[in-house]
Nanobody, 125 residues
């Protein structure tokens, strides 16, 4: 499956952004999807994931502020980001992993076989 992320931008601290990730070339409902981010000089880190069955998991740093959702009819996964902080500044990547299980999830980027191109999110203080 191919992924195309969009929706990044510059926002002030405390603001909100919604990222989208459109999938094509595969049966989207057969994939778990996730968002990862990478700040300059840092390793790519897990942000959130949603299973085929709709179960959601979050990094502690974003819990309560970010919400992941998916619309299988539109082959799209979303990341609603509220109460943004300067430390959320990074390139955000969407990713997908094919899975048979509706509840299986992973926080390991190595388990995701498909990646979008990344979208920059910058939060100013």
């Amino acid at each position: 499956v191919q992924l195309q992320a969009s929706g990044g931008g510059l926002v002030q601290s405390g603001g909100s952004l919604r990222l989208s990730c459109a999938a094509s070339g595969g049966t989207f409902s057969r994939y778990g999807t996730g968002w990862f981010r990478q700040a300059p000089g840092k390793v790519r880190e897990f942000v959130t994931t949603i299973t085929r069955g709709g179960g959601t998991y979050y990094a502690d740093s974003v819990k309560g502020r970010f919400t992941i959702s998916r619309d299988n009819a539109k082959n799209t996964v979303y990341l609603q980001m509220n109460s943004l902080k300067p430390e959320d500044t990074a390139v955000y990547y969407c990713a997908a992993r094919h899975t048979i299980s509706s509840v299986s999830y992973s926080r390991d980027p190595g388990d995701f076989g498909s990646w979008g191109q990344g979208t920059q999110v910058t939060v100013s203080s």
